[in-house]
């Protein structure tokens, strides 16, 4: 048997966009709808609920929910499960000051499922959303990056510049003005 999602609950008129994406008519209603559903099957199913802006059209007689709504919708999913929301996986990233490209090459994820899951077009799975917890901690990070020999090569021209400094400090004493008499 189906579970059948509690009914919607409306909950405050909100700001949305102005004009009817179907028949372009302007006067556009939106509402901010506490709208529940089923997520998963069988025994597993559980009704979530997500704040999702609906517009309504009067010329349509249509309600919709926009992308912001499906935004919503996931976001409350994720929190079911536990995991990191796409908004979250693409701030840790960017916290690392990575490209999705770089990020890809420290963690091994592939560029495509990181741009699938910062889209919220897939969920992570509970491992890959664990580890990417643990890249949150700068130390983690140093770990990896060293693991990839990336910090050796970075530790080395630090190496190499401050040698160069101490050359530069000993030619500086070579070179001493005259005083000026
Ligand atoms: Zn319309």
Not at 14 to 30: A, Q, R, S, V
Not at 71 to 99: F, K, N, W, Y
């Amino acid at each position: 048997m189906t579970r059948v999602a509690s009914p919607p609950t409306v909950l405050q008129t909100i700001e949305g966009p102005d004009t009817c994406e179907m028949c372009g008519t302007p006067g556009l209603k939106t509402e901010l709808v506490r709208d529940p559903f089923i997520y998963g099957t069988g025994p597993d199913a559980v009704e979530l609920s997500a704040d999702v802006p609906v517009h309504t059209c009067a010329r349509c007689e249509v309600s919709f929910v926009g992308e912001a709504g499906e935004v919503a919708r996931h976001e409350v999913v994720c929190r079911h499960l536990g995991v990191l929301t796409p908004d979250e996986i693409r701030q840790l990233r960017d916290s690392t000051g990575m490209s999705r490209d770089r990020f890809a090459s420290l963690t091994g994820f592939g560029t495509a499922t990181l741009a699938r899951w910062e889209r919220g077009d897939v969920i992570q799975n509970v491992s890959s959303d664990r580890f990417l917890r643990l890249l949150a901690h700068p130390g983690n990070q140093r770990r990896l990056r060293r693991m990839r020999g990336w910090d050796i090569q970075e530790a080395d021209v630090i190496a190499l510049s401050s040698r160069r400094r101490e050359r530069y400090a000993e030619h500086a004493a070579d070179f001493r003005l005259r005083d000026v008499a």
